[in-house]
Structures are given as structure tokens and as C-alpha cells.
């Protein structure tokens, strides 16, 4: 019983801990609440003060994942608990409400309701022909994009790097000599980097990488790491990707323009008023001692 009580413990400091969030879908369970129970049913009174199954259901939402599949009833009492304890405490203020908790309390309510329109705006866009459209927008006239296979040798400074790329241009295997001397992460698999698109290394690698034919080795090369010594392995084209291979990422896109263009189409039509903007040093954001009473 001891170890019960130290587990339902641990659960209320869990619900103290989460952050207020918006309820969430959860897979569906067996209904064994009984056909009167319902959103707004009182399941507690704290000196006259009520507490609802619907406020308990938002309460298990913002629980941290592990609690989430532990049994009903330890959850329930956990939750309950938890939420007369917070009551009892919160009747002790019995002066105003302090301003960091009335400021913290505007910002949750405005971000949950933003978040409302959010998943509305996002749940009408989403459709198989907006993903469809975007996926024709994106790639229909999208040429293959050009490929490089590539591996280096990293060192300190350049002519520990013209040496050795004067040995690989001699015959030296390239790969003995990159792990041997690199200093980079690659040194060990032989300095292979594996194929790489454009702007996926920094400009002056790339640069020299697309100067190089196949099976060539570059001068001495300097970035930001250091000195390189590059050999170009191969090169290929990149085939435009099928649909289903970048659905995700068409997904996230489709949503993010809808969003971007409701919130356009409000800023266009709304009043905005930033008065004393200017005067405010950005620095005050820091300045908690702005919120004590």
C-alpha cells in the first residue's frame, strides 16, 4: 500500500508539472464511465468551488507520455487529487489575482485559441489534391538535380595538404592516406562523404568538388575546418522524387501556406496599433521584477 501511495504521489507531481495544453484525440478505449457522465459533471466541490470530469480530461492530456497508458482508476484518482490539492492551495490567495499569473493565464488562452483556428485552417487545407498541387507546383518542371559522391583529407595546414595531395595524385591509395592524416570524423572510413546535393556543404568545398572529374584530386583547399584535400569518386543525377517519397514534407508545406495565408488575410483586414514600441528597450523582456505586484 505504501509503494501505491508513493506511485499516486509521483502522478500528481507529474499533473503539477505538465503545461496547460488543449485536450487531445487518444485512441479509443471502452467506455466504463457510466451514460451520464459528460464534460461538465462535478466530480468534486472544494469549498464550494467545482471540479469537472472535462477539467480532469485536459489534466490527463497534459500528462508526460509514460503516465499516459497506466490504468484508469490510479489515473482518475491521481488526476483528482491533484486537482483538489491545486484548489485548496489556490484559495489561500485570497487578495488579487498576482499579474504574472493573470498575464500567464491571457497567454494561455490566446494560444489555445489560436491553436483552435490553427487545426481548423489545417484540417480544411489538407486534401489529397492540395498535396497533389503543391507536388505538381514543386517538381512537375524540376530538372534532376545534380549529385556528388566525394571523400577528403582534413588537416591543419596547407602544406601538410599539398604533400599529400601531391602522394594521392603519385598513386597513394587516398583512402590509407585520409586515415592516417585527417583530423576530420571521416578520416576513419577512409575520408568518404557519401553523396551530397548542392548547398549541402559549405560554398567553398562545394565549388571545388563541381571543378573536379571524376577520380581527380584538388589543390589544397581551405575552409572554415581547415585545410582539405578533395577527390571527386562520382557523380550522378538525381531522379525528381515520387510523390509518396516527399508526402511529408508536402504535408507540412500545404499547411504552413494555408496558415501563412489566413494569417495574411487577417493582418490586411485587421487595426494593428503598435504604440510605444519604440520606446521600450528590448532588453525589459529579461526584467522580471516588471510582474511582481
Known sequence: MTGHRR???????????ASPAAAQDTTDTADNSGAAAAADTV?????????????MIIARSSLPEQYQSMPDDVLFQGILDQLVQQTLLAQTIEDKMPARVKMALENEKRT????????????????????????????????????????HILVKTEEEAAALAARAREGED????AREHSTGPSGPGGGELGWFGGGEMVPEF??????????QVSDPLKTQFGWHVVR?????????????????????????????????AL?????????????????????IELLKD
Open 267 to 287: 493582418r490586411e483586414s485587421a487595426e494593428i496599433a503598435l504604440p510605444g514600441q519604440e520606446g521600450i528597450d528590448p532588453a525589459a523582456l529579461g526584467n
Open 174 to 177: 587516398f583512402a590509407k592516406l
Open 43 to 55: 466530480v468534486a466541490t472544494v469549498n464550494g468551488d467545482e471540479i469537472t470530469l472535462g477539467q
Open 7 to 17: 506511485f499516486l504521489s509521483a502522478l500528481v507531481l507529474a499533473v503539477f508539472a
Open 206 to 215: 562545394e565549388q571545388a568538388v563541381t571543378e573536379l572529374e571524376a577520380g
Open 232 to 264: 571527386l569518386n562520382d557523380t550522378r543525377l538525381k531522379d525528381v522524387p515520387a510523390l509518396d517519397e516527399v508526402r511529408e514534407e508536402l504535408t507540412a508545406q500545404v499547411q504552413r501556406q494555408a496558415v501563412e495565408a489566413r494569417v495574411t
Open 112 to 151: 489555445l485559441l489560436a491553436s483552435e483556428v490553427v487545426n481548423s485552417i489545417v484540417g480544411g487545407a489538407l486534401t489529397e489534391d492540395a498535396i497533389k498541387a503543391t507536388y505538381e507546383e514543386t517538381y512537375a518542371n524540376a530538372e534532376p538535380a545534380r549529385e556528388w559522391n566525394a571523400s
